[in-house]
């Protein structure tokens, strides 16, 4: 089973869900495509559509949980039209939907829970054009939206390592890479005592005349990892292209690019081209700031 699957051990033990208690949900709402030695810890054996059916019902409770911060129970019942005691059910992990309802839920809870229109009310620029991320990045609730836009983006995607530049895209990254329990790798801007064999990679930030270093621990990435670049906020691109590079060295696979802001565009195709691979970006801003503060 691929290294990307979710740790559902991990996230069945939060919601205090043994083997027995979810295979007795499981067969309230699908009795015929589940068994109970399907089940190992939590794990689903099958490497079918079934593991990515559950996996996609676990991402719809997770959603679920995340709007339940923003909405009562009744508020949600009139929006995804469901009674309140279902959605209460589903929330607290005693019952999972059935793909369909599943699906439905997903759909109609994306609408009015924009992640992009969340990062957009917290980025004020002031007059020399620069922003405070410091409400993005600060936020777990936010960050874990993100984590969500991040899965269904890539989902199908074989990911076994979350590689982020150090610093402010570390808390994305970190939590991505726990939903997804994969390892987590930083590059940093220096070497570090007690690690004596680096990935080096030398790069110009953008609009800089400033010549700079990122170091990832060779033992970190290995041959064949596929890596999901994970960052806070893209410029030029020059910072992502360098970690690339340094995957690249390490005969591995980048198979995308994440970033909650992607600053003017110019920069993306070409980015996609070199990289042959997607570069998603949650909200674009322009050249002009959205608001001055």
Excluded at 152 to 177: E, H
Excluded at 185 to 204: D, P, T
């Amino acid at each position: 089973m691929h290294r990307f699957h979710f740790s559902f051990a991990v996230i069945l033990a939060r919601r205090r869900i043994t083997k027995d208690s979810m295979f007795a949900a499981l067969t309230k709402v699908e009795a015929k495509e589940y068994n109970q030695e399907d089940f190992v810890g939590g794990i689903v054996l099958d490497g079918g559509s079934r593991i990515s059916d559950l996996k996609y019902k676990l991402m719809t409770i997770e959603l679920l949980n995340l709007a339940k911060n923003y909405y009562t129970y009744r508020e949600l019942s009139q929006i995804v039209s469901l009674p309140d005691t279902v959605l209460s059910r589903y929330v607290k992990g005693h019952v999972l939907p059935t793909m369909d309802r599943a699906l439905y839920i997903n759909k109609t809870l994306q609408k009015i829970m924009r992640l992009e229109a969340e990062i957009q009310l917290r980025i004020r620029f002031d007059d020399s054009g620069y922003f405070d991320n410091t409400r993005l990045i600060s936020d777990p609730l936010l960050l874990e939206r993100a984590v969500q836009h991040a899965v269904n983006r890539f989902a199908g995607a074989r990911i076994t390592k979350i590689l982020s530049p150090a610093v402010d895209g570390v808390p994305l990254a970190a939590i991505l890479a726990h939903r997804l329990g994969v390892k987590l790798v930083i590059a940093k801007n220096a070497r570090e005592v007690g690690v004596s064999v680096f990935f080096e990679e030398v790069y110009v930030p953008g609009r800089s005349a400033m010549v700079l270093s990122l170091y990832v621990p060779r033992d970190a990435l290995r041959r064949g990892d596929c890596v999901l670049i994970v960052d806070d906020v893209l410029d030029t691109g020059e910072t992502q292209m360098a970690l690339a590079r340094i995957v690249q060295k390490a005969k591995a696979e980048v198979i995308g690019i994440y970033a909650l802001i992607g600053l003017n565009t110019g920069w993306k195709t070409k980015m996609e081209q070199a990289l042959q691979c997607p570069v998603e970006i949650v909200h674009h801003i322009g050249e002009k700031p959205l608001q001055r503060v």
